[in-house]
């Protein structure tokens, strides 16, 4: 059993406020490292250190994030150091490695947790870090007085992971005051002699330290972003209900459709087929005997197994057009259907639902529709 530390204490001084609750990308930037170590199947339980009075709003956001693991809020306190070792203390001995990560590096990749781990295996612990590649100068007054060789210096990042028992063995052996001198938990094993190997980090891994650097950041992810639309619309007919994502919904019509005419669902593959260059649904599922009243969202779980192990879906925005029934209603259960085949957390889904407003050039009466953007997040 392995833990996941996920430092958010800071109070964000040069940021001018708390930069690990600030939006990126749709969602708080404590949650992009939050989501790497949710997905890894090598982090059993998550620690998320807080400052006291982002606790609440945190524990509020999180009761709707899906997550089949224990994450935990941890009180931070005035330093970091002093983050980590509050999180440290409610481990256990269940736990054999412990993964450090800052909150203000979003940009993390979930292979180079399974490689910190692999490290962790013949040594005591393990950085991410990358070289040092601008000539460095020894500065006094304003003046050089001498260039550094650089060839073997780099630069420390995280996460950092660390057999657990040998951390906890220093933290015994040092007093709280000594402690802080400690810029990372890599710092406090080399000075008790301990076995560290570097795992060179040869993508971005930028630190958020200042407003600017928010931007620096959404450059790098948009560059690895790419987008679907999908739209689709369906004569409505008598009938006992409509399928709308997946969830059923009772009421007086039914859709018209070779399929069960499930317009979200369609409209949200068609857009993933978009994103991953691959055509249309029609040419993917033909009306033909085969796909006669099939789900929907069956269609929609062949297109995701042709999603690239590299790419995750970011988010999903639906706009539905239909005048009767009412969809407000049902957003919840629609927007849990959906997310259930998709494998993605609600908190990535969008539903917004609008009527013709009795506009007379536009006639829904007879009919529905759906509109969607799927944004797909590339590794590299």
């Known amino acids: 059993m392995n833990a996941g530390i996920i430092v958010a204490g800071g109070a964000g001084n040069r940021f001018g406020s708390y930069k690990q609750t600030a939006v990126l990308n749709n969602k708080p930037v404590y949650q992009h490292s939050l989501d790497v170590f949710n997905q890894s199947t090598l982090v059993d339980i998550i620690y998320l250190v807080l400052p006291n009075d982002l606790l609440d709003p945190v524990q509020k956001d999180l009761s709707t994030y899906e997550s089949n693991k224990s994450i935990i809020l941890c009180e931070g306190g005035d330093t970091r150091a002093d983050s980590v070792y509050n999180a440290i203390q409610k481990l256990n001995d269940k736990n054999k490695i412990v993964f450090i990560h800052d909150a203000a590096r979003p ?13 962790c295996k013949e040594n005591d612990g393990a950085i991410l870090a990358h070289p040092v590649s601008d000539t460095l100068k020894k500065v006094k007054n304003d003046k050089i007085e001498f260039t550094i060789d650089r060839s073997n210096l780099w630069f420390a990042e995280t996460p950092q992971a660390f057999n657990l028992d040998v951390l906890q063995s220093c933290y015994k052996d040092i007093g709280k005051k000594e402690l802080q001198s400690f810029t990372d938990e890599a710092s406090l094993l080399e000075h008790f002699g301990h076995k560290l190997k570097v795992v060179y980090n040869r993508y971005q891994n930028t630190k958020i330290s200042e407003k600017g650097d928010l931007d620096i950041v959404k450059g790098v992810l948009c560059k690895h972003t790419k987008m679907g639309i999908g739209i689709d619309f369906h004569s409505l007919i008598d009938g006992e209900c409509l399928v709308v994502g997946g969830h059923k919904i009772k009421c007086e019509f039914a859709s018209d459709a070779h399929s069960d005419g499930d317009v979200l669902t369609h409209a949200v593959t068609d857009a993933l087929l978009g994103a991953l260059n691959l055509g249309d649904i029609g040419e993917h599922f033909p009306n033909n005997p085969e796909y006669l009243n099939i789900p929907s969202t069956e269609l929609l779980k062949k297109i995701l ?11 999903i925005d639906i706009s539905v057009v239909l005048n009767t029934p009412k969809l407000s209603p049902h957003k919840k259960d629609i927007k849990s259907s959906l997310a259930k085949v998709l494998g993605v957390g609600e908190d990535i889904i969008s539903i917004k639902a609008t009527t013709t407003n009795s506009l007379r050039f536009l006639d829904m009466s007879n009919g529905w529709g759906c509109e969607a953007i799927v944004t797909l997040h590339y590794d590299n």
């Open 107 to 119: 940009l993390i990749k979930n292979k180079y947790i399974k490689k910190l781990a692999d490290a």
């Open 305 to 315: 197994k042709k999603i690239p192990q590299n790419v995750t879906i970011g988010m």
